[in-house]
């Protein structure tokens, strides 16, 4: 049985509005979703690593009267050095209906206006790695353009929600380090001069991944951290954890009020 045909035996093939993958510490968003998880491991080629502050299981339930496919947790391309570990539940949620991909993250801030609690729009992103999820893929359809990767509609339709909601959200760039050791204060400064507002070791293979797939997809990011140099508090993945939760309820906030109102466009 494909993925496919598991999931719609466990929760029937009404289409999917939003798919979504939960970040460092957000991972308890997944509980605003009705319904029975499932765990990647009952899924053939889905991620089952383990990074604390993920949950390697996914739901298709509503929110907020939508309905939605939703992971508690992803796989890094530092885990194990495959940046195409999202591809199959990726390929999955698309083969699915699912148009639409709302990506998340915990981010350290390269800003001195964005504190961390902050919740950014990826406007775009840099790929710091070399390294691409596409690399091996033997077809022509491997030359994704990526010139307007993260989808307008939704980024505007996430910023009205949070303008209803009553929040704050910021626009930047985010530029994936492939991690797993936080950057230095070196190369901290050479981000702020490349156009980095935020930096962080995931998103960045699944947005590649949902535009091969041809899905709408964007990002936000929590920001749990000034990055290295930038403050003097010690940058560790027990205070990333720690702090997810302060930016994680004002994304809560928006993702509520970005669900009651979702429309084709955004
Ligand atoms: N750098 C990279 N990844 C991160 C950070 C950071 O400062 N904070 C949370 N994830």
Redesign the pocket.
Known sequence: MSNEDILRAKYGDAPIELAMVLG?GLSHIIDAVDGEAIKFSELEGFPHGGVSGHNPSMKIGLFEGKRVAILGGRQHYYEQGNAAAMREPIRTLNAMGAKRLLLT?????LRSDMAPGSIMCLSDHINMSGINPLIGEPSDARFVPLTDAHDSGMRTALHKAANRAGETLRDGVYVW?S?PS??TPAE?RMLKILGGD?????TVPEVILARYYKMRVAAISV??????GLSSEQ?S?E??KSMAPIGAARLEAVLHEYLQELDPEG
């Open positions: 460092s993250n915990a981010a350290g801030s380090w991690g936080f950057e901290i935020a930096v962080g070791m995931s920001i749990t951290n000034m990055a290295a940058i993945h205070h990333t």
